[in-house]
């Protein structure tokens, strides 16, 4: 079993910046494909960046490349999301995920293991 707790949202102004944290407890954590969904209201649930088990490969949704900067630290059980230049279009609850895969799925039914979400909020 894998338990992972967000932390680090919060408001923030348009052009701001935040970060996530997702603590994993486990002992296998280094073996998992880590990612960062969010779901604003009325919306599903979209995929914003994932890192490979190893920390080599990052992948980005379109609308947070070149903004956004995930990465992991396996000595430590933690995965992080650095979000710079926040835009209202950000603004959402932000899930942490886990899968036992090498690759870094897009979709979220093919991680297994959730967080209970932080809300992120940014005004203009």
């Known amino acids: 079993q894998v338990q992972l707790v967000e932390s680090g949202g919060g408001l923030a102004q348009a052009g701001g910046s935040l970060r996530l944290s997702c603590a994993a407890s486990?002992?296998?954590?280094?073996?998992?494909?880590m990612a960062w969904f969010r779901q604003a209201p009325g919306k599903e649930r979209e995929f914003v960046a994932g890192?490979?088990?190893?920390?080599?490969?990052?992948y980005y949704a379109d609308s947070v490349k070149g903004r956004f900067t995930i990465s992991r630290d396996n000595a430590k059980n933690t995965v992080y999301l650095q979000m710079n230049s926040l835009e209202r279009e950000d603004t959402a609850v932000y899930y942490c995920?886990?899968?036992?895969?090498?690759?870094?799925?897009?979709?979220?039914?093919?991680?297994?293991?959730w967080g209970q979400g932080t809300q992120v909020t940014v005004s203009s």
């Open positions: 995920a886990a899968g036992r895969t090498p690759t870094v799925p897009i979709s979220a039914h093919l991680y297994g293991y």
């Open positions: 486990g002992r296998t954590f280094s073996i998992y494909a």
């Open positions: 890192i490979s088990w190893r920390g080599g490969s990052t």
